[in-house]
């Protein structure tokens, strides 16, 4: 069965709205754990909008299962990373004006800079993971660079209207994830995943694991945490 990665920023957004304590995104991820899911997500930003250090740090002592950290690769998420020592990291672009992040890491324009911060979290034990769009380039410098896994950026399948543009959409992130196996590379994909449109990406050959987080924060505003879980484990053990 491919893995269910859970982000929990968004139970942060909501606790940051009102610069309170809750909810607590630490609670969330043990609820998160308890209904099935296989991984905790979650996204320190450089400008701190939601999860917050307090909240990794807890996060790193409660997480059974595996914890995800995206971060940008900037030398002072780096160092916090390092400390923290999560299972995994993600990197992807962050920009401080955006809502969410908007497309795939540039890993072929920064092959140098980037192989060092692989090599920092190797020697730390810890699994590094490219955040990039399904294009061969960068598929190819992500092996270049040492990265342990690649997840594909399927926010242009979920924003697409028209069918005709989903099958294109599809099609890439199947092609993608044939070269990226091919290559050694864990595949997994995220961004913009919903209860509507998981199904046909978890049929995708040789994908591992899906990272989803807003659609099943906002499920569980109205069915409960839990339950918006288990729904989406049982829409990708049956796609």
């Given at each position: 069965m491919v893995r269910l990665g859970v982000n929990v920023d968004h139970v942060a957004t909501l606790r940051e709205a009102r610069k309170i304590e809750e909810p607590d995104p630490v609670m969330a991820a043990v609820i998160v754990e308890l209904a099935g899911a296989h991984g905790i997500v979650c996204h320190l930003r450089e400008d701190r909008r939601h999860i917050k250090e307090r909240d990794l740090y807890l996060l790193r002592q409660i997480v059974k299962t595996r914890l995800n950290l995206e971060m940008a690769p900037n030398d002072e998420i780096v160092k916090i990373a390092l400390d923290?020592?999560?299972?995994?990291?993600t990197l992807v672009p962050e920009r401080r004006q955006e809502i969410t992040?908007?497309?795939g890491l540039d890993v072929a324009?920064?092959?140098?800079?980037?192989?060092?911060?692989?090599?920092?979290?190797?020697?730390?034990?810890?699994?590094?993971?490219?955040?990039i769009e399904a294009d061969i380039d960068q598929i190819k410098a992500s092996k270049e660079v040492g990265a342990d896994e690649v997840e594909f950026h399927t926010g242009r399948y979920a924003e697409a209207k028209k069918e005709t543009e989903i099958k294109a959409e599809l099609e890439k992130l199947k092609e993608g994830a044939r070269i990226a196996h091919e290559m050694g590379l864990v595949v997994a994909m995220g961004h913009g995943l919903n209860y509507r449109n998981v199904q046909p990406i978890a049929r995708i050959p040789h994908v591992e694991e899906?990272?989803?987080?807003?659609s099943i924060i906002g499920r569980a505003v109205f069915v409960g945490l839990e339950r918006a879980v288990k729904e989406m484990l049982e829409l990708i053990r049956t796609a």
């Open positions: 923290v020592k999560p299972d995994k990291v992040t908007e497309g324009g920064n092959r140098r800079r980037l192989a060092k911060i692989v090599d920092k979290f190797h020697d730390a034990g810890i699994s590094v993971s490219m955040f899906l990272n989803i987080g807003h």
